[in-house]
């Protein structure tokens, strides 16, 4: 029990936690605050993934303590201190968060009401005590969440892995078309499913970390990488019928290996290039004699529709470095 204890990793947010917690609660304690360990369990509530969920969460939760605040203290002064006012003041206080779109803060405000009920007064005193570890309680989680690891070394090896898949796909169904090799097993296709997502939840955790940034040039190119492997699951379930040995097999083929060269980020222009070649491709298809049967027509169809979604591979790519380069 003890070794499993000891193999159980802590994390960098755990840290930030525990750190933040601590933090928080000895600062309202140092202040005379009353009730003042509420503030480390805000600090724990606030404590988000990313830096924009933290403020998010701080904003709503900040906002549910307001009102929370104003139905407690109209409630208790007029009213007074009774069990049953505290279910009248949730049947205020839920529609109006929902109304706000705080609703999910909810216990956070009814715990402020509950401090309230509990010292039996509603004076500017215990409203400022209150407001207090709001503020210490939100403000140490947002202290806390003001740094965040540097991701791009890890979204890198993302970027270096699908490429290599990549790569070795391509290298694979030209393989097959030229030699009719079915040995390979296909595991880059569902690795390269995973890393995807992998990749771009990692990418958008990044862009949820810098407040000011809308979009990295990451988050960009694996949503690029995302749809051209849509266009290449595609492409190998056209081709899985294809079938004999044929000229125009062995072009698509090399066309293919020499595709396989160019799967990094690249240039415009070199994208531009390997359109070139595909319609050159296009075109040496069509001085071809016809088919001369029913087997051989269909497979040179399955070669035409590789072309168009091999078109549309290329283009996205082309997009996405125009925009790049904006």
Not at 42 to 47: A, E, K, S, V
Not at 269 to 290: G, I, M, P
Request: proline share 2%; aromatic share 12%; charged share 25%.
């Amino acid at each position: 029990m003890l070794q499993r204890i000891a193999s159980v990793k802590i994390g960098f947010r755990t840290v930030k936690t525990a750190l933040g917690s601590a933090l928080s609660i000895y600062v309202a304690g140092w202040l005379g605050l009353e009730f003042y360990s509420f503030a480390g369990i805000l600090t724990i509530l606030c404590l988000r993934e990313t830096v924009k969920r933290s403020y998010r969460d701080a904003w709503e939760r900040f906002c549910a303590c307001l009102i929370g605040i104003t139905y407690a203290v109209l409630a208790f002064h007029l009213i007074g201190f009774h069990p049953w006012v505290i279910g009248l003041i949730l049947l205020f206080l839920i529609p109006t968060a929902v109304l706000f779109k705080v609703q999910g803060s909810v216990l956070t405000a009814c715990v402020i009401i509950l401090h309230m009920f509990m010292a039996q007064h509603v004076g500017l005193s215990m409203v400022f005590n209150e407001l207090k570890l709001v503020a210490v309680g939100i403000g140490s989680a947002l202290l806390m969440n003001s740094y965040m690891p540097n991701r791009e070394k890890e979204l890198i090896k993302y970027q270096t892995q699908i490429e290599s898949n990549f790569k070795t796909i391509f290298r694979q169904i030209a393989r097959f078309l030229r030699e009719g090799a079915t040995d390979w097993e296909g595991r880059e296709i569902t690795e390269t499913a995973d890393i995807l997502r992998d990749a771009l939840k990692t990418a958008l955790h990044d862009i949820e970390n810098h407040v000011l940034r809308v979009e990295t040039r990451y988050y960009a190119y694996f949503l690029m990488r995302s749809r051209q492997f849509e266009i290449i699951e595609r492409i190998m379930l056209t081709l899985s019928a294809f079938e004999g040995a044929y000229d125009q097999g062995r072009k698509v083929a090399d066309y293919l290996d020499e595709m396989s060269k160019y799967i990094a980020p690249g240039t415009k222009e070199l994208v531009q290039t390997r359109l070139n070649q595909l319609y050159a491709l296009q075109e040496a298809f069509k001085q071809d004699e016809l088919p001369q049967n029913r087997h051989e027509f269909e497979n040179r169809a399955m070669l035409l529709h590789f072309i168009h979604d091999m078109e549309r591979y290329l283009k996205i790519k082309q997009k996405w470095l125009i925009r790049e380069k904006r």
